[in-house]
């Protein structure tokens, strides 16, 4: 009687009623908006797409030039790379760029050297762009462009301690440096000092009037100058062929060239001597060296068994006997 009297109560019917119109409009908005959001028409994000191996070689000449002027700088950038790519891997094409920087025009020169040099500064392409000039035309070429470039501008004299002229030189002169440096870092000195690069090129800097002026005037500007001519010519002077072709242009003395050769003839001798469990003794060393045999075989091996040394040596000097401080002991231990 008492729940049929609540179901008669208007409050209660006005709740429910309320109750039911709120939870009737969620559910309404959240079926139109799921609805809009499947009928949304999204837009489809660009693709991204590469350019394969296929597609590069598929390009011709005449597409690559138009690409060059294109107003994109990455479109540009790509075509110089394919270009270049294409270069490296040309050897009719690197020998072209040869012939081109020994020309005596100096734009048909420039030209050439200009492509040279960005063919082998793109590693990105082609991962050892150098391995195409390790050859000794190459070398030829290179120090045949700077024998040229010495009548390009008037070079003044290299007698000023404080001044590095080096980032005054031509440009020319100066890719010239920059690939041969490079090849020298890259592989060695010795197919450059073969191309008569210290006598074509590098005795013709001037240097000065007398021997000894010329002699000074290069010790300085090793000593004071760290550009790529004093590292070609730091590499030059630790090979054979290269140190004698600077004595023949008067760069260095007699004095240091004989200097040079005897410290190549310096050779470190250890000894060591050990003795086994058996009392046999065992000699391990590298060359002869004679010693003042003061005491007897018997003193000798014990001597050798309870042998306990430091070696003291700061660096500035190779090391010798003074250097080993050794414990005495007694003969009848």
């Not at 306990?308 to 250097?323: C, I, K, P, Q, Y």
Request: net charge negative.
């Amino acid at each position: 009687m008492i729940s049929y009297s609540y179901l008669k109560d208007d409050r209660l019917i006005a709740v429910g009623l309320g109750l039911t119109t709120v939870g009737f409009l969620f559910a309404m908005r959240s079926i139109l908006e799921y609805y809009r959001d499947e009928a949304e028409i999204k837009p489809t994000p660009p693709k991204t797409q590469y350019i394969t191996q296929d597609t590069e070689d598929s390009l011709k000449i005449g597409t690559l030039e138009s690409l060059l002027g294109h107003y994109n700088f990455s479109i540009r950038d790509t075509a110089l790379k394919i270009i270049a790519g294409r270069a490296v891997n040309d050897s009719l094409v690197i020998h072209e760029l040869l012939w081109g920087i020994t020309r005596e025009d100096y734009d048909e020169r420039m030209e050439a050297l200009r492509a040279l040099a960005f063919a082998m500064e793109d590693k990105d392409t082609f991962q050892e762009p150098l391995s195409v000039l390790n050859t000794p035309r190459a070398y030829s070429a290179l120090v045949r462009s700077l024998e040229l470039c010495l009548g390009d501008v008037e070079h003044e004299k290299l007698d000023d301690p404080l001044h590095d002229e080096y980032y005054l030189r031509d440009i020319g002169e100066r890719r010239c440096l920059m690939l041969i440096s490079q090849l020298v870092h890259r592989y060695s000195i010795k197919r450059l000092a073969e191309s008569k690069f210290v006598e074509k090129w590098l005795a013709k800097q001037p240097w000065g009037d007398s021997d000894e002026e010329r002699q000074n005037n290069f010790a300085m500007y090793m000593e004071r100058r760290k550009n790529r001519i004093s590292d070609i010519c730091y590499h030059l002077r630790k090979h054979q062929k290269g140190k004698k072709d600077l004595f023949k242009a008067k760069l260095i003395s007699r004095m240091n060239l004989e200097r040079r050769e005897r410290s190549d003839h310096i050779k470190v001798v250890l000894e060591i001597s050990m003795t086994n469990e058996d009392g046999d003794e065992v000699t391990s060393r590298t060359g002869h060296v004679p010693r003042v045999n003061d005491q007897t075989a018997e003193e000798q091996r014990l001597r050798r068994r309870h042998r306990e040394a430091m070696v003291l040596n700061d660096g500035t000097h190779s090391l010798g006997r003074s250097d080993i401080i050794e414990r005495e002991h007694d003969s009848t231990s």
